[in-house]
């Protein structure tokens, strides 16, 4: 069982910028494949970002050129940079753990979830 915790939501204004991080319980993500994903109320989860075991990015429409996945040197810890941030960007994020092969955007995918941190983003 992995643990996902997520950490560095919170409130900023428009154009701010947050760094999302996620670490899991005692063990490195380096045979994961990880995304970061978000919800905002009364809408169905979205894919954001995802990173792969060997460091292949994608990203959404929404985010690309704004948001950047990376993990540390260690692959303990996955930061999602957002940058340029935009009232509509206002959700959960939720990061997430995959174990098999595949990679990208579906939720289905991912094995593992975290609970998630608030971003809010005031215009």
């Known amino acids: 069982q992995v643990q996902l915790v997520e950490s560095g939501g919170g409130a900023v204004q428009a154009g701010g910028s947050l760094r999302l991080s996620c670490a899991a319980s005692?063990?490195?993500?380096?045979?994961?494949?990880m995304g970061w994903f978000r919800q905002a109320p009364g809408k169905e989860r979205e894919f954001v970002a995802a990173i792969s075991s060997g460091d292949g990015t994608a990203y959404s429409m929404a985010v690309k050129g704004r948001f950047t996945i990376s993990t540390d040197s260690n692959k303990k810890t996955v930061y999602l940079q957002m940058a340029n941030l935009k009232p509509e960007d206002t959700a959960v994020y939720y990061c997430?753990?995959?174990?098999?092969?595949?990679?990208?955007?579906?939720?289905?995918?991912?094995?593992?979830w975290g609970q998630g941190t608030q971003v809010t983003v005031s215009s």
């Open positions: 997430a753990a995959g174990t098999g092969p595949s990679f990208g955007a579906l939720p289905s995918i991912y094995d593992y």
């Open positions: 005692g063990r490195t993500f380096r045979d994961y494949n």
